[in-house]
């Protein structure tokens, strides 16, 4: 089976689209720092992941993205948040 990975730019653009996103069984809220740089943090702020210092690949799978930051590997699920009035 062929590995595919996206590039960190790719990654990136794929974050613009989230509001938050599951990782390694966290809820974790999508937002950027000063720089324009993409991070993920939980609900009080605490477990602060930059996501512009990924690791090495960043592997597409079919339910979910894996990359390592800071020797910690990742895999992470993208969440599709809809507002209740989308829905009335």
Not at 10 to 31: E, I, K, P, R, S
Not at 33 to 56: E, M
């Amino acid at each position: 089976m062929t590995k595919t990975t996206i590039t960190l730019n790719q990654f990136h653009n794929l974050l613009a689209d989230a509001y938050a996103v599951c990782a390694n069984d966290t809820l974790y809220f999508v937002g950027y720092d000063t720089d324009d740089n993409p991070y993920i943090a939980d609900n009080n702020g605490q477990d602060y992941v930059d996501l512009s210092t990924v690791d090495g690949d960043i592997e597409v799978h079919k339910n979910y993205v894996s990359f390592w930051v800071g020797g910690e590997a990742f895999q992470m699920l993208f969440l599709n948040i809809k507002s209740l009035q989308e829905e009335i």
